[in-house]
């Protein structure tokens, strides 16, 4: 098959968090199964500059716009599917975040802005002689893309796939955007793409597409209930019978502690000693002070209440007082940021903070720490845990969508059965949170039980192989 992924963000072009890695990984898996995949992104100005290699295929010309839109390829790692990016400078070229300003801000355009991506997917559909290239599915992720099947006429033949990465960003924007993208007025309509008397971008994805599908069955079934359903779980429940939920996966070619290239000592299953000399390397490098009878704490995500990182700051002071060593990055609410850094400057050599994005000190953090928090309120899918038990490192996590779906709970059957790969917890406070912190550290007392559960993490197959497969049968099934 053809299949065309759309998306805002793939890795290792731009990457604001675990939607690119999934952009990235997904079309490389199905392209090793033999399959024409291309992958279409904004060429933003970043992304522009991480280009080794590239050629402009193609230049369209959209009513309304004063230039053409230009084409750009370049092949994703391993050269097993080709990239192509939408380059248009008033939309793209620019400094900074893909969706946020300088100030924290949604860019004033972004609806133009990905409309203009998803204007420019579907004219790959209508441009098969310019690009001698056509799609037979089009596969679009989060709401950047969801107005791409809404824009689709019903006679083209192509399979109409829509992803749902979080619901809650939805792509909301005032009547008056709807009106100045110059859409069909039918379109505003309660099955279209109206909601509250606003557009919304997700929705469109929602309606229009031949299949919906999100990162984990467990989210699947949240993101009908009002709890989780950010106000669409109406309609999530009425298209039910075309909702999926299917498992991200892990690149083991990015992230396996035998051949990663960002940390300091390889290590594997049946060698882990360099798993302890990693915690040493990297505690120093953090001037974290050592206590080999501590477990290493570590933290990787955005700085946000949805991934739980304030019951981590109320909970902090407590555990740092018992000596326990935390590394903490992200990027995300700047009061949250301060908070951490406020905590750290008070509890020097036993938590170290580093505010931004830095893909290598993630993968040292993996490799280093004994025990990876993730105390999310929901979490989708999330990747982090899996990477951890990849590298041995044990999981505390929520018991919510993917966490529920990937972390075996240490309950007493499970440690004697030796199947228990992590910790979790089920009410979202300080104190529960500190408990279960608690059980982890007393485990990690007991080297034989804390091996057990390292091993049996990292004899897990988190690879891309099964879910890429269960796409592609998701593709071939009866689209109508």
Request: charged share 20%; glycine share 8%.
């Amino acid at each position: 098959m053809r299949i065309l992924h759309v998306a805002s963000e793939a890795y290792p072009f731009i990457k604001t968090g675990g939607l690119a890695d999934v952009c990235a990984s997904l079309p490389q898996a199905q392209a090793r199964l033999g399959h024409d995949v291309r992958v279409l992104i904004p060429a933003y100005r970043a992304a522009i500059a991480k280009l080794q290699t590239r050629k402009t295929i193609a230049e369209i010309q959209l009513p309304g716009l004063p230039a053409g839109v230009r084409i750009l390829e370049t092949e994703m790692r391993n050269a097993a599917s080709k990239v192509w990016l939408v380059d248009y400078g008033p939309a793209f070229d620019r400094d900074g975040n893909p969706y946020l300003d300088d100030t924290g801000m949604p860019w004033h355009d972004n609806a133009e802005r990905f409309f203009l991506l998803c204007r420019i997917a579907v004219a790959v559909i209508h441009n098969e002689d310019l690009l001698s290239w056509r799609p037979d599915v089009i596969h679009c992720h989060d709401w950047q893309t969801g107005m791409v099947a809404p824009l689709i006429d019903d006679d083209q033949d192509v399979v109409k796939i829509f992803t749902i990465h979080n619901l809650s960003y939805q792509g909301i924007f005032p009547r008056s955007t709807f009106t100045s993208l110059g859409l069909k007025e039918e379109l505003w309509a309660m099955d279209g793409v109206e909601y509250l008397d606003q557009m919304s971008f997700i929705k469109g994805g929602i309606v229009f597409s031949d299949w919906i599908t999100t990162v984990s069955p467990t989210y699947a079934r949240e993101i009908q209930t009002s709890d989780l359903g950010c106000g669409l779980e109406g309609l999530l429940r009425h298209r039910s019978d075309r909702l999926v939920g299917i498992l991200n996966g892990i690149d083991y070619d990015e992230w396996d502690p035998n051949t990663d290239p960002y940390i300091d000592f390889h290590y594997h299953a049946d060698a882990l000693e360099g798993k302890l000399q990693n915690k040493t390397a990297c505690m120093e490098r953090w001037s974290l002070l050592r206590d080999d009878s501590a477990p290493l704490f570590g933290f990787v995500g955005r700085l946000v209440e949805q991934k739980g990182i304030d019951l981590l700051i109320a909970a902090l002071p407590e555990l740092l007082n018992h000596g326990y060593p935390f590394v903490v990055l992200g990027m995300g609410d700047p009061v949250l940021e301060r908070k951490l850094q406020d905590i750290a400057r008070a509890h020097p050599g036993r938590l170290h903070v580093r505010i931004g994005y830095d893909e290598e000190m993630s993968h040292q953090i993996e490799a280093a720490a004994d025990i990876f928090l993730m105390p999310s309120r929901f979490e989708p899918c999330g990747l982090n845990q899996m990477y951890s038990m990849h590298y041995g490192t044990v999981p505390i996590v929520s018991k919510t969508g993917g966490l529920a779906d990937t972390v075996v709970p240490a309950t007493p059957q499970n440690l004697a059965n030796q199947t228990a790969t992590g910790l979790t917890f089920t009410e979202f406070t300080a104190d529960v949170l500190i408990k279960t912190i608690h059980q982890g550290v007393k485990l990690f007392d007991h080297e034989q039980s804390w091996r057990a559960l390292m091993l049996a993490g990292m004899s897990w197959d988190f690879s891309w192989r099964q879910s890429a497969r269960s796409y592609l049968e998701l593709y071939q099934a009866n689209s109508k």
